[in-house]
């Protein structure tokens, strides 16, 4: 019998009404309704302690059970033992919210999900493949305005470091402009395709 696949759903907005979180909640159901395990993670209903001083001391020593510690082990457990990352994300000031900053800054640990090497650092997730999923007030969609949302090429640069394979994101744009209804219907209908895809992988 094989073993169920699993995957980490990660949302960041405060809002209720958030989209990103809408839809990340979408692929949810459509995973479990593939038969997949699904961790969630709001990391803004509990958010993480910031890095300083006292957390990096505590990420260095191995024998540490300091609650930064401990919180940042069992992201890496979730992340080492999934095989889809779903990351949903509001666009705040043209890049992601600090507490979905500080979900990436307990996620990178050299030795655990990237390592150094003779020819450079390495990721040491590649077995696990990510959903970037973001939302925006504004309409990014053009050539000029492309350039200004960081959260998408933030997010594949920091999940690519540590080997994860980023697939092709979900924007949604101008929530802030009018009904994205039709966007949100078309976004569903995607991210459902997808899933039907990777669960027969």
């Not at 910031?50 to 457990?77: C, H, W, Y």
């Not at 999934?82 to 640990?109: E, G, H, M």
């Not at 939302?135 to 350039?147: I, L, N």
């Amino acid at each position: 019998m094989s073993m169920k696949k699993q995957a980490y759903v990660v949302t960041s907005s405060v809002l209720g009404t958030s989209k990103s979180s809408e839809l990340a909640h979408y692929a949810k159901e459509c995973l479990e309704q593939e038969g997949w395990e699904v961790i969630v993670e709001d990391v803004s209903a509990q958010p993480l302690p910031p890095v300083n001083a006292t957390v990096l001391g505590e990420f260095a020593d191995k024998q540490s059970m300091g609650a930064s510690k401990v919180q940042a082990d069992r992201i890496i457990k979730n992340l080492k033992e999934s095989q889809l990352l779903v990351i949903a994300t509001p666009l705040y000031n043209f890049t992601i919210p600090a507490q979905l900053k500080v979900w990436l800054d307990y996620s990178c640990r050299a030795g655990e999900t990237f390592a150094y090497t003779a020819e450079g650092p390495k990721g040491l997730l590649g077995h696990a493949k990510a959903l970037v999923i973001r939302a925006a007030g504004g309409d990014y969609s053009s050539e000029h305005m492309a350039p200004l949302d960081h959260a998408v090429s933030y997010l594949k640069t920091v999940l690519g470091f540590m080997g994860v394979h980023v697939l092709p994101p979900v924007k949604v744009e101008g929530t802030a402009l009018g009904s994205v209804e039709e966007q949100m219907q078309q976004h569903k209908r995607a991210i459902a395709e997808q899933i039907a895809v990777l669960s027969k992988e």
